[in-house]
């Protein structure tokens, strides 16, 4: 465990804690934590992971336009459902993104899990994106997720990022309770 990955988990309960809460703030962390991040995992070789922090740079960017659009309110973005089309096309660009990174990295790399780690970047990217248009299943696709990144992060001996994920596991289960009750729900 290095100082630089304490200080990105730390900001990364932060910003997964706001996020929850639905405080746009939750996005400028976001960023910092993601930057650091994309360095920590460059450094045991999880390159999917890294190059997956930096597009959560982009998309940090994006999640903060999405949720405070200048000249609207605060809370202009409202928690929604997504219809199953919509869902069955995410999920099927997250197998396709996992599938070509996957294959990308296991020929031209020395990845340590080429295969895994795309899966995880691939459908991460969709959580991601569905979480900056807060979309409720963002919550369910980052509990499966996290469950796995614990895994992966455990075997490359990244203990503390372990933990992190784990804690990120709960407080999405929390995140999913919180948007399933907001009165402002669309398409429940």
Request: no cysteine; aromatic share 20%; hydrophobic share 60%.
């Given at each position: 465990m290095s100082g630089l990955e304490l200080f990105a988990a730390v900001l990364g309960v932060i910003a997964v804690w706001l996020t929850v809460k639905q405080n746009p703030w939750c996005w400028p962390i976001g960023?910092?934590?993601?930057?650091?991040?994309?360095?920590?995992?460059?450094?045991?070789?999880?390159?999917?992971?890294?190059?997956?922090?930096?597009?959560?740079?982009?998309?940090?960017?994006?999640?903060?336009?999405?949720?405070?659009?200048?000249?609207?309110?605060?809370d202009t973005r409202q928690v929604s459902v997504l219809a199953r089309q919509p869902l069955l096309i995410g999920l099927g660009v997250g197998l396709l993104a996992s599938l070509a990174l996957g294959a990308a990295m296991a020929t031209w790399t020395d990845a340590a899990q080429p295969w895994l780690d795309a899966a995880l970047t691939g459908f991460s990217l969709v959580a991601q994106l569905w979480m900056a248009q807060k979309r409720l299943q963002c919550?369910?696709?980052?509990?499966?997720?996290?469950?796995?990144?614990?895994?992966?992060?455990?075997?490359?001996?990244?203990?503390?990022?372990?933990?992190?994920?784990?804690?990120?596991?709960?407080?999405?289960?929390?995140?999913?309770?919180?948007?399933?009750?907001?009165?402002?729900?669309?398409?429940a």
């Open positions: 960023l910092v934590m993601v930057l650091l991040y994309s360095w920590v995992f460059f450094e045991v070789k999880l390159y999917s992971d890294m190059l997956l922090q930096l597009i959560y740079a982009v998309l940090q960017l994006y999640g903060w336009w999405q949720w405070t659009r200048p000249g609207r309110k605060p919550w369910t696709l980052w509990i499966v997720l996290d469950v796995i990144f614990v895994g992966l992060f455990l075997y490359k001996d990244l203990y503390l990022t372990a933990a992190l994920y784990a804690l990120f596991t709960v407080i999405a289960v929390q995140g999913l309770r919180e948007w399933r009750r907001d009165p402002a729900l669309v398409g």
